[in-house]
């Protein structure tokens, strides 16, 4: 039997973040982190592609993006490291009407919030791309600030700090059972040992769902594939230019290194699952969308393909908050495609949560589980 303060459930960024507030909050506090892999860091984390945004169309989503910002921008002053970010702005197009209208109200919001965030029109985006294939675009909206960064870098600057303030990983140690007294949750299990804590942290990313069976508290979090192209370098194409995204498909392309470019997000409809083989069918959806929008991609060659799991919540926001009906077990997952770029944000709220009883930094009612039994409110539209 191993006693802690608390435990952390996964080792990906969200799980690493929250090990490091806390530790930051108190170094004094005895943290474990419970890893099923033999290494962390290798779920969703390693397949993320880096992005960070403002360019949300719920307040929520963009707030968590504010306060996790100076993580990105400053990463030296608070992490002591660098963590590569590119603010190469992101670019989002489109030829309907309608996402026009919502992309007219996402602006709206996102300056009302401070966003540096802009409605640009087909001929300024030739500019930032002169690839790109303008003439059919009602319109578009970018933000300067938006950009992308190592998630790797991220998670092993919060492990490095934290571990120097005493956070305790195990790798190899799969939680299989939830431990209850009444209601409240005292603990887990693993096959090779049972820890008690008061707190209990499920930052299980794409298993958050099962992790919770196992506390029967339902999470309405499902995995689905999302799978990635690398192109061969390109040296026809700019060093820098923003991460765009063609709304009408989900297609989306940015800088992958110095050289390739990287492209994805025509396969949102699958079904859920934890399978990661490359779908070959995928390729015809992105290359179809790549020749429509920035045709000489096209003709490019994939250098490599790979495919992760993201956890998707109906309203595409992640849930952060303490299980009502089970004290002491508290959920972090569900971020979809956004859990790298908010977890900053995610282990500063959670470490308020747990520590001060209530998130200070920002108002977490959105993310609440409680908001599905409500019925769900405010889906983010932004998604690709
Ligand atoms: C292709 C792709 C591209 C993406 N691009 C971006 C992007 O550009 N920007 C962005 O912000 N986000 C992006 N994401 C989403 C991002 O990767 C995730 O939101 C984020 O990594 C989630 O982190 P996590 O720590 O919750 O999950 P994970 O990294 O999956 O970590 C969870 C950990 O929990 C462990 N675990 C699970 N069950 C148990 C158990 N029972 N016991 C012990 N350990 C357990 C797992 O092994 C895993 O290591 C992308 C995702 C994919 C798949």
Redesign the pocket.
């Known amino acids: 039997m191993t006693t802690a303060d608390i435990i952390v459930?996964?080792?990906?960024?969200?799980?690493g973040s929250i090990a490091y507030h806390l530790l930051a909050r108190d170094p004094r506090l005895k943290v474990v982190l419970?890893?099923?892999?033999t290494e962390?860091g290798?779920?969703?984390?390693s397949?993320?592609?880096?992005?960070v945004r403002h360019q949300f169309s719920t307040e929520a989503n963009i707030r968590l993006t504010q306060l996790s910002y100076p993580y990105f921008a400053e990463t030296e002053r608070i992490l002591g490291r660098s963590v590569d970010f590119v603010p190469h702005g992101y670019l989002f197009v489109t030829t309907e009407p309608r996402t026009f209208e919502q992309l007219k109200k996402n602006v709206a919001l996102q300056q009302r919030l401070g966003i540096k965030s802009r409605l640009v029109a087909p001929s300024e985006m030739k500019p930032m791309l002169s690839q790109l294939v303008v003439d059919d675009l009602i319109g578009g909206t970018f933000c300067p600030d938006d950009g992308s960064a190592d998630?790797h870098g991220l998670l092993q600057g919060f492990l490095a700090l934290a571990r120097e303030r005493g956070l305790r990983i195990l790798t190899s140690?799969?939680?299989v059972s939830v431990t209850r007294e009444g209601k409240r949750v005292v603990g887990v299990e693993t096959p090779r040992d049972r820890y008690r804590a008061h707190v209990v942290v499920n930052?299980?990313?794409?298993?958050g769902d099962q992790?919770g069976a196992l506390a029967d508290v339902a999470i309405p979090s499902k995995p689905y594939r999302?799978q990635?192209m690398v192109t061969d370098p390109l040296p026809d194409f700019p060093d820098v230019f923003p991460l765009i995204v063609d709304l009408d498909t989900g297609w989306y392309v940015h800088r992958q290194g110095k050289s390739a470019v990287l492209m994805?997000g025509t396969d949102k409809d699958q079904h859920p699952g934890y399978d990661t083989t490359v779908g070959w069918e995928a390729f015809d959806l992105v290359f179809k969308a790549a020749g429509k929008r920035v045709p000489p991609l096209a003709e490019a060659k994939v250098m490599r393909a790979y495919a992760?799991?993201?956890d998707l919540t109906p309203d595409y926001h992640g849930i952060l908050c303490e299980a009502r009906e089970a004290p002491g077990f508290y959920i972090a997952?569900g971020?979809?495609?956004?859990?790298?770029?908010?977890?900053p944000a995610i282990g500063l709220l959670m470490a308020e949560l747990i520590l001060d009883g209530r998130a200070t930094s920002m108002d977490i009612a959105a993310l609440s589980l409680e908001r599905f039994k409500a019925g769900a409110v405010g889906t983010e539209a932004n998604m690709f």
């Open positions: 459930i996964g080792g990906g960024v969200i799980g419970l890893e099923k892999e962390v290798t779920g969703a984390t397949k993320a592609t880096g992005g998630p140690e799969p939680v930052a299980a990313g794409p298993y992790v999302r990635v994805g992760g799991v993201r997952c971020f979809s495609g956004h859990g790298f770029m908010h977890s």
